[in-house]
């Protein structure tokens, strides 16, 4: 099992910048590709993006791609979501995830953290 806890939420501005950090302990993280998901009020938990246990390979949702850039530091235990242009509709609670099969099924991921709001207002 992986303990994952976020970092970095906040209220911002449209158009601006916010960097989203996990921070992971326990298994070896480099044997663990990660994601990154979010969830509105009322909705399910949305792929943003996700990256593989090297970070050679990314994916993004259509809704984030060329505003959000996914990467990780397995030296450091950490993964980062850096988003910018950020729009209101942006708006969620962000969570990051491992898993060991990849993909972008919520259900392929098997460790989460506690997630970090993100508030964009217009």
């Known amino acids: 099992q992986v303990q994952l806890v976020e970092s970095g939420g906040g209220l911002v501005q449209a158009g601006g910048s916010l960097r989203l950090s996990c921070a992971a302990s326990?298994?070896?993280?480099?044997?663990?590709?990660m994601g990154w998901f979010r969830q509105a009020p009322g909705k399910e938990h949305e792929f943003v993006a996700a990256i593989t246990q090297s970070g050679a390979i990314t994916d993004y949702s259509d809704s984030v791609k060329a505003r959000f850039t996914i990467s990780r530091d397995n030296a450091k235990n950490m993964v980062y979501l850096q988003m910018d242009s950020l729009k209101p509709e942006d708006t969620a609670v962000y969570y990051c995830?491992?898993?060991?099969?990849?993909?972008?099924?919520?259900?392929?991921?098997?460790?989460w953290g506690q997630g970090t709001q993100v508030t964009v207002s217009s």
């Open positions: 326990g298994r070896p993280f480099s044997r663990y590709g």
């Open positions: 995830a491992a898993t060991l099969v990849g993909g972008r099924a919520a259900n392929g991921y098997r460790d």
